[in-house]
């Protein structure tokens, strides 16, 4: 018997911002510690892989750095002054701020504010329920997924696809914006799967040679915001070589022939000019998806997080149907099966006491929000009461300086819920002690997959640390709303209506069967019987203002950005942030193997193994700017500068710059993150976050 089968083995799910939502099994060497942390064999997705950050989850939980002890600001804000507060004075603080900013400016003044620090469904999703029985400012969750799930929606029209387990049956598998090594590695175990047992091709498009591409049989290269004109030109040839599925496209498409007279000028060497690939790359392309028609188009989030983000994603989905392959096993596009859960929170959200005319609040827009900018506000009072979880907006948000100015405002009042001291906790008034995943019940939805996976208290918080779901259900009490519905369940009772609802049984029966699988069957999820739009087609001529969409805007914020120039078919259109004469770089923020986000930041292996904060620059760039590896490197734009050190590397193209990772603002020299480099301003139609269309000029440091 091996050392790992003699261990008491607890079952879990991964909480983090990650498509894979990974079953775990996890070490239990008491009643309070954790040992490795491993993927679960059993699970079909996860594959008994997992990656190598969250194996090593005790380095968090056991972290000596972990916040313990409620604290209350004891100095001016930011300077790192505390005093050491009991639960039940920093509550009543808290509770006493926010009903004096309520009086002075109304309800809509406090902003509770959340994000994917965690995904269990009770422990971040809890915080509305505060929301709507105190009419507190409503939160437009913006800053993930929008670009990409309006790009999809405006093609298939419903949030699902092929099995992601079909990658292991597929004969090519396209994996475009996504570093699946780093974000999500299980997309990999079921690539190489389908590579060994059946000879297929791994493909690879991204804007720099990163740890997937090392991985691809062939690996496309091209300049950021750029993917648009490279599927225009694959479907060009396709038209053009009659690879094209024309009974397909007649049956199951809304406009062929449109399409097709669309694509004439949209040659490979059209494409070539805008992208930076050569045109034999692009016929290649083209040439190996329009000749295997089981070819699994896996589309990530990153490439759809320009301000051209939703027309790419368009786009590159768009390909599938015109070859077709949409109809075969281990064939057609897949981007995220978060539509095929349907749960019902109302309950959690408290949705029924929802006011329609609460004004919402866009966290991609923290920065001016929280400066006062009237167009960010809608209309309504200053947000002078914020109650933060589950995210880090000093760290992650654009527009860093604006969001740390507001942030600074004497008049703003900021409760923030963490495990960590983290850039945002720094300038807070009161800082709360939180649970981690292993030490508190919830349950999880696996975008990436097709699970619903239970994550069970396994062991003790250490003394002081209280779950989300408890500072909300205390505040409720303290502000008055503990008798409104859904207050005064346990995480367990939550747990139970939502499964009961979806007639998936209950917190103990989930707890017994660890995770259920709700993959649509083939007709389904292949849009065998219609795609999701009313007319059953998949949709080439995307509308761009009138498409339903997962995270699209409430009616009261309207539509985003410069929506008359979407174009109508599949296209390239600058709305990104072009390279210019001042500003001659394109910059991307791409994601750190060993961090995720602002998580992992503060453990030792992962710091260790990053090293520190980096620019990826081409030789030929650096020789031009007289730089040289390692040399100090000042990054800036018209939102301000931040230095790092040059990192060469000739797997990306002349012209485009990359900055791994979100490190701490504390790691870089000045104090300031790579985010004050990245944008606020909403893209259209729907808005989201550009963090990585950026123009930047260059120059060594002082």
Known sequence: MNQHAKLRIGHSACPHDCPSTCALEVELLDGNRIGRVHGAKANTYTSGVVCAKVARYA?????????????????????????????????????????????????????????AGTMGLVQRDGI?????????????????????????????????????????????????????????VNVMTHAIKARKERGAKIVVIDVYENATMKQADMGLVLKPGTDGALACAVMHVLFREGMADRAYLEKYTDDPKGLEAHLETRT??????????????????????????????RLGYGFARQRNGSVNMHAASCIAAVTGAWQYEG??????????????????????????????LDQSRTGPVLTGAADALYGGPPVTAMLIQNTNPANVAPEQRLVKQGFLRDDLFTCVH???????????????????????????????????????????????????????????????????????????????????KRGLGSFASLKEDKWVDLQPDFEAAHFVNGFGHADKKFHFRANWSGQAAPNRPPKSMGLFGPVAEL???????????????????????SPARNFLNSTFSETPVSKAKEGRPELLLHPDDATALGLGDGDRIEVGNRRGEVVLHAKLFDGLKRGVVIAEGIWPNSAHERGEGINVLTGADAPAPYGGAAFHDNKVWLRPAD
């Open 59 to 115: 380095d968090r939980v056991h972290h000596p750095d972990r916040l313990l002890k409620p604290m209350v600001r004891a100095g001016a804000k930011g300077d790192g002054i505390w005093k050491e507060s009991s639960w039940e004075a920093a509550l009543d603080l808290v509770a006493e701020k926010f009903i004096a900013a309520e009086e002075k400016y109304g309800s809509e003044t406090v902003w509770p504010y959340y994000y």
């Open 128 to 184: 509305d329920r505060l929301r709507h029985a105190k009419k507190y400012s409503g939160f437009f969750g913006s800053i993930c997924t929008n670009l990409a799930w309006t790009g999809w929606m405006m093609g298939a029209g419903a949030l699902r696809g092929p099995d992601p387990r079909e990658m292991a049956k597929s004969d090519c598998v396209v994996i475009w914006g996504t570093n699946a090594v780093v974000t999500q």
């Open 268 to 297: 490979p060497q059209w494409a070539a000019a805008i992208t930076g690939l050569t045109v034999a790359e692009i016929e290649a392309f083209a040439c190996l998806v329009g000749t295997t028609k089981k070819t699994y188009f």
């Open 331 to 360: 064939g057609g596009a897949f981007h995220s099966n978060s539509g095929i859960f349907k749960l019902n929170q109302d309950v959690l959200e408290g949705t029924a006491m929802r006011d329609p005319s609460i004004r919402y």
């Open 418 to 500: 963490e495990q960590f001291m983290t850039d945002t906790a720094k300038l807070a008034d009161v800082v709360l002690p939180a649970t981690m995943f292993l030490e508190h019940d919830d349950v999880y939805k696996g975008g990436g997959n097709q699970h619903i996976t239970l994550g069970p208290k396994l062991i003790e918080p250490p003394e002081g640390p209280r779950t989300n779901h408890f500072v909300i259900e205390q505040l409720a009490e303290r502000l008055g709303v503990a008798d409104r519905p859904g207050f005064g369940l346990t995480e367990q009772q939550h747990i139970d209506i939502i499964l009961g």
């Open 567 to 589: 174009p109508e078919f599949p296209d390239h259109v600058d709305l990104i942030e072009v390279a210019d004469a001042e500003h001659p770089f394109r910059l991307t923020t």
